[in-house]
């Protein structure tokens, strides 16, 4: 968009510059500068320049102006600025006529102002005016791990440059695969293209390099239905040495001008130095939360006030519930610590940071602090949050290799000086899981019921089975456990047994009768019962 004429003539430089035609046409803005010395120097304009000139050409061929009047290239400038003195002492008539007719500015330039000053000038003031609009000296950072802070930056950039530039704009996180956009004008005349054909087009195009240190460059394709090539520029994020987002000017059939390149590098500055602090700041907000956590879980944070404080510290709100869930990775052969970043830089892509937050507890244990951020109702939360952890699980799985995760969550929610009880319950869904469910990999700790509170280790469970050994070793169908589970549970009573498992009475007395004479051990004993019961939800 530029910088308009009245905006230049507030500027202390310009302070004795006058217009003495034209003076409705002080809104105008300039996009450029261009010299005037030579009789075709208006057929040279592409429009919307600041036309500057000694005035040489204007006493050389007096009918000059009517020919670029007729073609319309006159009335496509922005203004006209003229040094009287040398050439000419007064402004030519049919200029001042054709600048009051076309309100096109005619500024006389007092002398010795330098054609190089002004330019410089005119850049100065298009840069400070991008500074003020991008708003630099107010991008600092209320609290290390507040996302949203970072995602309301990113948008006033991205409004600031569709506003000046007159183009919408868009940034695409990769870590998360998710659009930001400077208004709902990109999606409209996106021509429903796909995100990623912005950065690696899916079909045929053109490719100019705009600036190769910074990779931006102008992508363009042809279309029938446009008079012009449909074109967008494209400038890739960059954080130590990776390519974190992109960055898309979406220009259409127009192109953006010389002070639109101005908006666009201080906004890609902008945009740039953010995510470098993003990264900063999420690393600093990770281990400053890491080693809460691990304070927590080794006992050596225990006082609810001092962890109130640390978790106010740490943007947590001591008062909310939060679900707990514990990744532990199962392959001896692969170091949690070693993929630090992988890991985070998965989680991010599933949960956002305002959801969650990471703690790495060991080589083989990470804890996630998850708030119902969007408030939904709690069965409607853990589907999702089910649903969420899969895909995790599929992304760690692709990215680690070697990797073996399952996830145990503790799904009764707790405020954060509960957290050391509900670690512990979720190391209890993984220990007590894997032992009922061996194929599954996500583990609610509600679902373990009674379980939850009886200690049965892994290696226990061996000889515990020895009584079940004989009756699994000639039950080839199942039927005889899944009679003997059902028994159990009507409290040995036949009928009832019958009608759980819509079998008649006589055929439920001949198999436990069987299972009776197979298994070495008392039913009316209520301990072996209930040892017996626990046994046959393992298997």
């Known amino acids: 968009m530029g910088v308009s004429v009245a905006e230049i003539l ?49 006493k050389q061929q007096p009918d000059l102006l009517p020919p670029h009047i007729e073609s319309g290239t006159f009335q496509r400038i922005s203004c006209v600025g003229i040094k009287l003195g040398r050439y000419l002492d007064e402004f030519p008539p049919d200029l001042i006529k054709a600048c009051n007719d076309y309100d096109v500015p005619l500024l006389s330039i007092p002398k010795g102002v330098p054609w190089m000053e002004i330019m410089n000038m005119l850049n100065v003031i ?143 500055l902008l945009l740039q130095e953010l995510y470098e602090q993003i990264l900063v700041t999420q690393s600093i907000g990770d281990i400053g939360f890491e080693s809460f956590v ?17 978790a106010s510290e740490l943007n947590l709100n001591p008062d909310a519930a939060y679900y707990t869930v514990v990744i532990r990775q199962n392959n001896n052969e692969v170091s949690l610590h070693q993929n630090r970043e992988l890991i985070r830089s998965s989680i991010r892509g599933i949960f956002s940071s305002s959801e969650c937050r990471t703690a790495l507890l060991d080589d083989h244990h990470c804890l996630l602090l998850l708030g119902n951020t969007e408030h939904l109702e709690e069965g409607s939360y853990l589907n999702e949050l089910k649903a969420k952890l899969k895909k995790l699980n599929q992304r760690l799985v692709l990215d680690m290799e070697g990797g073996v995760f399952e996830f145990g969550v503790s799904d ?96 439920v007395r001949k198999r436990v009768e069987e299972i009776e004479d197979l298994l070495p051990v008392d039913l009316e004993d209520p301990s072996i019962r209930l040892r017996l019961e626990l046994l046959l939800k393992l298997i």
């Open 412 to 507: 009764l929610p707790g405020i954060i000086h509960e957290l050391d009880r509900n670690y512990r319950r979720c190391l209890r869904a993984l220990d007590m899981g894997r032992l009922i469910s061996p194929d599954t990999v996500y583990f609610r700790y509600s679902q373990l019921g009674a379980l939850a509170w009886i200690d049965v280790q892994a290696d226990e469970i061996e000889i515990m089975m020895r009584d079940l050994n004989k009756l699994r070793a000639k039950d080839d169908s199942g039927q005889l456990i899944e009679t003997l589970k059902a028994y159990l549970e009507c409290r040995m009573n036949f009928s009832n047994t019958a009608k759980k498992m819509f079998l008649h009475i006589n055929t």
């Open 10 to 58: 507030e500027k202390d430089f310009f302070s004795q510059f006058t217009v003495v035609a034209g003076h409705k046409g002080v809104h105008k803005h300039i996009q450029g500068v261009a010299v005037l010395d030579a009789p075709d120097g208006f057929a040279f304009t592409r429009g919307r320049e600041f036309l500057i000139s000694s005035g040489y050409v204007f």
């Open 126 to 268: 298009v840069m400070n005016k991008n500074i003020q609009q991008f708003n630099i000296g107010k991008l600092q950072f209320n609290n290390l791990s507040d996302l949203s802070y970072h995602i309301r930056k990113i948008k006033r950039i991205l409004t600031a440059m569709e506003i000046e530039m007159d183009f919408p704009t868009m940034i695409y996180n990769l870590v998360n695969d998710k659009a930001y956009y400077s208004s709902d004008r990109f999606k409209a005349i996106s021509q429903d293209m796909k995100p990623e054909d912005f950065w690696n087009p899916s079909f045929d195009f053109s490719k100019e390099t705009l600036c190769d240190n910074l990779k931006m460059a102008r992508y363009r394709i042809f279309d029938p239905r446009y008079e012009n090539p449909y074109s967008w520029i494209t400038v890739p994020i960059t954080v130590e040495n990776k390519i974190k987002a992109y960055f898309v000017v979406l220009e259409a059939t127009g192109l953006i001008d010389y002070f639109d390149q101005f908006a666009l590098r201080t906004g890609y």
């Open 294 to 310: 691990n304070a927590l879980v080794s006992g050596n944070l225990s006082r609810p006030e001092e962890i109130r404080s640390h």
